[in-house]
């Protein structure tokens, strides 16, 4: 255990390394830009590789490599780099391999104003790529969860073969925190599941007893073929709709069945029959502001969701039953309020919206646990 | 001949692939029994070699081909080449283009991982035209010659793909055409020999778009205007640019040696692990 103050951007790095990250590709970014620095100096000391790309497109297709390679890959942005790496989210969903993506949130939409945070691409994070496909989404609300998601995100990337993003923003990514960093060695790493049946047999996309089958890193001698075209389970391009549809159904498959595992939140009386559902930095403003309505006597209860996609479905839909009220407070016009919405029921719905680069104050949504 | 097709067969896969996209007497193909040649010359294991490709007629050859193969998205090929070979630089890694997806959406990356030098081999099939698209014009496209969409010619100028990856950085550069298959053979090989950025430009031609549009006959008879309209790097500077101006000048345009990406990277790790003062540091320690 080691104490140290440390910026949430630090926390994303040393975690990645905690979690076994050989490989970081990435373009510089406000406010991303530290975790490519830190990496960039700790990785070759570890024997591991860091290069900076041409551009936001370049870095994912560059960890996708290094992935298929072997090598548990990252890459860091924030909203104008996320939105390039859109098509390599998808092509990463397609082919079903292991990669982080950070994304530092910052007020969009373009250029945007790049110190202020955000939480605007909550959707983009869902859906920015194009086509139907599973993802998994984490959000730390502090610098020590920046470590701890950021492991989670490795094992869940390892774990399901998919991207994962880690959905921060300005304020978690810069802000400093006194935290106490686990060992790196007591760290739980989850290992991509390899191979060992005979070359000829190897099915990179299938014949496995699980939705997620195994990996073979190139040069191991397995040689198969990987393509962003709808595949066979021998990873060769098909356009038969009974090769499709087992692939499609698998890769949901693969992320519904793991959702429990998946789906982190905090709960901090949730049977109220006001609560307030928040997540990153507002989800701190949340946090203030429901002691503040407890020190008035006023009852209300508080879920802060670490994993915004698959969206906790079953933990809201347990709360909206006890409760009467559910406010989301987010720094967006609502985004994830839709979801809330949809669980919940519109009429339970009480949104605190601000996307003008100043965060959600614990006042504000005082204010609103208190029906004002 | 029997021989060289042996050859051929015990590289390709067998199973589902055939018969393959490329339209009959379409020159990809002997690009890819090029590859396969010097491959075999070389000596490669087959589990040592990643041929990556993007996205068009070209990015279909790995499919084809049994070695470690990834078919990336249009114009990324080479990005995704450069992770692979940061993580496994044993490999030899290939990659396999058309003129539309090297040169205009993946531009940029070409010129970088020339800039680079990281041992990559690129292999640019250049067919002046968007060929699965349909005819659409290329960044290599001739002036004032017509496309799908330049229906009235194209005012754009070509890019001179050997001059921008020389200008660039890259290691190796040479050109031959289809028609010149045992020139294609050796270039590849010295390419993928090379240890830096290698790129070997296939001028090949497309009949089916290009040639329609352009009243430019068969596959032969184009197959034959490479023939006729190409010369030696040796003979074309005995001419004049006036007659070398529309001319295919072959040969080997650069070879030299400098400093290769993942080997000065390795020097990165060594600087790393030792101290300002020389002493080993502590690896990932917080």
Redesign the interface.
């Known amino acids: 255990m ?1 104490v ?1 103050l440390m910026q949430g951007n630090e926390a994303v790095a ?1 975690g990645a ?1 905690a979690a076994g990250c ?2 970081y ?1 990435g373009y510089p970014i406000t406010p991303s830009t530290e975790i490519a620095e830190l990496l960039a ?2 990785l ?4 591991g ?1 860091f ?1 900076q ?3 936001e ?3 994912l ?11 548990k ?1 990252m890459t860091a942005t924030s909203g104008p780099g996320f939105s390039l790496m859109q ?2 989210i998808g ?1 990463a969903a397609m082919t079903e391999v292991p990669c982080v993506v950070v994304d530092v949130q910052r007020l969009g939409p373009s250029t945007g104003q790049p110190t202020s945070p955000s939480q605007g691409d909550v959707m983009q994070a869902r859906w920015g790529t194009h086509g139907d496909h599973p993802i998994i989404v984490l959000s730390p609300t502090s610098v020590r969860q920046a470590f701890d998601l950021t492991v989670s995100a490795f094992n869940f990337s390892e774990k399901y073969r998919t991207p994962v993003i880690l959905l921060m923003d300005e304020v978690v990514g810069h802000m400093r925190e006194k935290i106490e ?1 686990p060992d ?1 060695k007591s760290v739980e790493r989850v290992e991509r599941g390899t191979t060992s049946v005979p070359p000829e047999w190897y099915k990179p996309y299938g014949d496995s007893s699980s939705d997620v089958p195994p990996m073979s ?5 397995y ?7 709808l595949h ?1 389970i ?1 990873g ?2 098909t356009q038969r709709v009974d090769e499709i549809d087992p692939w499609l159904e698998r890769i949901q498959r693969k992320i519904e069945h793991g959702i429990g595992d998946i789906t982190m939140v905090e709960e901090d009386g949730s049977d109220a029959r006001t609560v307030v559902v928040a997540y990153g930095a507002t989800a701190r403003s949340a946090r203030h502001a429901v002691k503040l309505a407890r020190q008035q006597r006023c009852k209300v209860g508080l879920v802060t969701l670490l994993t915004l996609w698959p969206f906790p479905e079953d933990v809201i839909a347990r709360v909206s039953r006890s409760a009467q009220r559910i406010i989301v407070p987010e720094m967006n016009l609502g985004q994830l309020a839709l979801e809330v919405e949809r669980v919940a029921g519109r009429n339970k719905v009480v949104r605190i919206n601000r996307a003008n680069g100043e965060m959600v104050t614990p006042q504000l949504i005082l204010n609103s646990i208190e029906g004002n | 001949m029997s021989h060289e097709e042996h050859t051929a067969y015990s590289y390709l ?1 067998q ?3 055939f018969p393959n996209v490329w339209c009959s007497g379409c020159g990809i193909g002997v690009v890819m029994g090029a590859l396969i040649r010097a491959i075999d010359r070389i000596g490669l294991l ?3 070699v ?1 041929v ?1 490709s993007g996205i068009g007629c070209t990015g279909r050859m ?2 084809y081909l ?8 249009h114009g ?1 090929a080479l ?10 630089p ?2 030899k890694v290939i990659v396999v283009m058309g003129d539309g997806d090297a040169l205009a959406i993946g531009g ?2 070409f010129i ?1 991982a020339a800039r680079r030098n990281i041992d990559l081999t690129a292999i640019i099939v250049n067919n002046s035209i968007y060929g699965m698209t349909g005819g659409q014009y290329s960044p290599t496209t001739p002036l004032d010659q017509l496309a799908t969409t330049a229906p009235y010619g194209n005012i754009e100028p070509p890019f001179q793909v050997g001059d921008l990856a020389m200008a660039a950085g890259a290691s190796y550069v040479a050109r031959s055409t289809v028609y010149h298959a045992v020139e294609l053979d050796r270039y590849i090989e010295q390419a993928i020999r090379k240890n830096g950025f290698s790129l070997v430009e296939a001028v090949s031609y497309c009949h089916t778009t290009f040639g329609r549009i352009n009243k430019l006959g068969t596959a032969v008879d184009m197959m034959r205007m490479l023939k006729e309209n190409s010369v030696t790097k040796a003979a074309a500077e005995k001419l004049s640019p006036q007659e070398c101006a529309n001319k295919i000048v072959r040969g080997v345009l650069c070879d030299l040696d400098k400093p290769e990406y993942t080997a000065l ?1 390795d020097q ?2 060594e ?3 030792m101290g300002e003062n020389g002493k080993q ?1 502590t ?2 320690g ?1």
């Open positions: 080691t140290k040393w390394l050989k490989f590709a100096r700790e070759p000391k570890i024997g590789k290069i790309m041409e551009d497109i370049a870095s297709a560059a960890c996708i490599g290094a992935s298929v390679g072997g090598l890959s098509e390599h092509y960093l790196p890193p190139f040069g191991a001698g040689r198969y073929h990987i393509t962003g075209l066979d021998a060769y391009p | 896969r199973t589902k692939k087959k589990d040592d990643a990556v790995p499919v049994d070695f470690n193969t990834m078919h990336t998205t990324r990005a995704f080449a450069t992770g692979l070979k940061l993580a496994q044993r490999l940029n990356h970088h990277y990165v790790i600087r790393a692990k540091r690896a990932g917080l």
